[in-house]
């Protein structure tokens, strides 16, 4: 398995933009697939997007589809997830995640998870 540290949520206004980091420890870093999933207050944890091990395979959901952007640096052991045109319905708390099964965006597939890091959306 892998650990995983998020950081870089807060508080911004709609239309801004955040960037969400993932430090990952372990030595197969490279091999898994890596996502972003987000929980809002009284719903259902969501997937995001997800990003294969090369980069080369990115999925997202339709609601970001267009605003966010995962990227990876297998060097540095990290994920990223840059959010521009956020709005209120951006806010919860987002986890990042890995996955041993190639192109996977179901949360049962992952079966490392952070701890999270809030992201709030002011309007």
């Known amino acids: 398995q892998v650990q995983l540290v998020e950081s870089g949520g807060g508080l911004v206004q709609a239309g801004g933009s955040l960037r969400l980091s993932c430090a990952a420890s372990g030595r197969t870093f490279s091999s898994y697939t890596m996502g972003w999933f987000r929980q809002a207050p009284g719903k259902e944890r969501e997937f995001v997007a997800t990003i294969n091990w090369t980069g080369g395979l990115r999925y997202y959901a339709d609601s970001v589809k267009g605003r966010f952007s995962i990227s990876r640096d297998n060097a540095e052991k990290t994920v990223y997830l840059q959010m521009n045109s956020l709005i209120p319905e951006d806010t919860a708390v987002y986890f990042c995640?890995?996955?041993?099964?190639?192109?996977?965006?179901?949360?049962?597939?992952?079966?490392?998870w952070g701890q999270g890091t809030q992201v709030t959306v002011s309007s």
């Open positions: 995640a890995a996955s041993s099964m190639y192109g996977s965006r179901r949360q049962t597939d992952f079966g490392s």
